[in-house]
């Protein structure tokens, strides 16, 4: 008998323990997961941070209004979710900041996929490849990329760019001749109204620059590495994520993606799948 109440005593103090478990759990807040997809698509518009300043990849027309190949690609996403869009004109440096703060859903700006930047935000595969090169003054006879040494160079703040420069200025003690802008639109005036020697841009944008003013011609390319660019999200946003690795797959596949390109920078579109990975 005393077998049977000890047994009892034991089911009992379980269940009892398990009651508790339960009103514990229910009684503390859970932490809200992110869930992007199902905000933007309830909310029924999608918040799109491009950098505007960035022509033919991002800019703004005759008319005033956002235009570009990331423009167009905010205009895709936004279709195939079925809501409207807002684009939102970015600075290099606000691009991981609208990310962080909760101001943009998503960021299509040209961004380097870092793995320091990467413990601050979320990174989709590559959804466009670039170079870096430099504009120079039509009259500062620079051709190549050792002759930067002794001149003034100037690139955007925050960018990959400045940084892999700075990198070299630092080697030649070159760091007081360099000049640092928040937009690229002020490091192609620099160069144009003969403050700069050198810009530092990418390959998309030497084009529409040297047409633009006729102080400024192509110059070296960088000797640093090709950059792959990704879409930005909030990195613990994974449904998010997953969402637009699929999309960037799907203009590839659709033919989209080589329109675009065609489009607005001209010729093939890089190959964005890298030689012994998954993507």
């Known amino acids: ?35 992007t997809l199902d905000d933007v ?3 029924g518009v999608l918040n799109c941070g491009v950098v505007l300043d ?20 905010c205009k895709d996403l ?60 039509a009259d500062t006879g620079i051709t190549t990329f050792e002759q930067l040494n002794g001149a003034r160079v100037a690139a955007a703040v925050g960018t990959v760019p400045e940084q892999e ?11 007081d001749k360099y000049q640092g802008y928040q937009s690229e639109n002020e490091v192609f005036l620099a ?3 003969g403050k ?24 070296p390319r960088m000797p640093w590495t ?11 946003d994974l449904t998010w994520l997953n969402y637009i690795n699929l999309f960037v797959t799907h203009q590839v596949r659709s033919g989209r993606y080589q329109e675009l390109w065609g489009h607005y920078v001209g010729g093939e579109a890089p190959e964005l799948r890298i030689p012994g990975v998954m993507y």
């Open 1 to 35: 008998m005393r077998f049977k109440n000890s047994r009892k005593g034991r089911l009992l103090a379980s269940a009892l323990l398990l009651a508790l478990m339960v009103a514990f759990t229910l009684a503390v807040p859970q932490q809200a997961q992110a869930d």
């Open 41 to 43: 698509i309830d909310a």
């Open 54 to 73: 960035f022509p033919p990849i991002g800019y703004r027309d005759e008319n005033n209004q956002p235009a570009g190949f990331d423009v167009d690609y």
């Open 78 to 137: 936004a279709k195939v979710l079925d809501v409207e869009v807002e684009i939102l004109a970015l600075t290099w440096a606000e691009r991981l900041p609208a990310i962080v703060t909760g101001r943009a859903d998503v960021v299509f700006g040209a961004t380097s996929d870092s793995l320091e930047r990467a413990k601050t935000v979320g990174f989709s595969i590559p959804y466009a490849i670039y170079y870096a090169q430099a504009i120079v003054g």
């Open 165 to 175: 420069y700075l990198k070299y200025a630092e080697e030649w003690g070159m760091e």
């Open 191 to 193: 160069v144009a109204q």
């Open 196 to 219: 700069a020697d050198v810009g530092i841009t990418t390959n998309t944008a030497v084009l529409p620059i040297t047409q633009q003013y006729d102080t400024v011609v192509a110059g």
């Open 226 to 236: 090709t950059d792959y660019t990704s879409v930005v999200v909030d990195r613990k």
